[in-house]
């Protein structure tokens, strides 16, 4: 479980540029819900990464595509 932490953090710290404080909330959030899906029996490290990422991203609303300026036009 660490280790897919740890690498959700290392590719989440590629995507956007942050500050220390919002780096130690996001792996506070992750590690959270990382931790319910490994009690729920997720035990495959790669799938926990791709949702701890998955995670993370619709927290900041980076999959948002309204926000992202997506319009539709």
């Known amino acids: 479980m660490e280790a ?3 690498r959700i ?3 989440y710290d ?3 540029n942050r500050t220390a404080a ?4 996001a ?3 992750v590690t959270e ?3 319910t899906l490994f009690e729920a029996g997720e ?3 790669h799938r926990l990464t791709v949702c701890g990422l998955t995670y993370l991203r619709q927290l900041d609303g980076t999959t948002d595509h309204v926000k992202a300026g997506y ?3």
């Open 9 to 11: 953090m290392q590719t």
């Open 43 to 45: 035990t495959d490290a």
């Open 14 to 16: 590629l995507l956007a």
């Open 22 to 25: 919002a780096n130690d909330e």
């Open 71 to 73: 319009t539709g036009l």
């Open 33 to 35: 819900y990382v931790r």
């Open 4 to 6: 897919a932490i740890d």
């Open 27 to 29: 792996r506070a959030k």
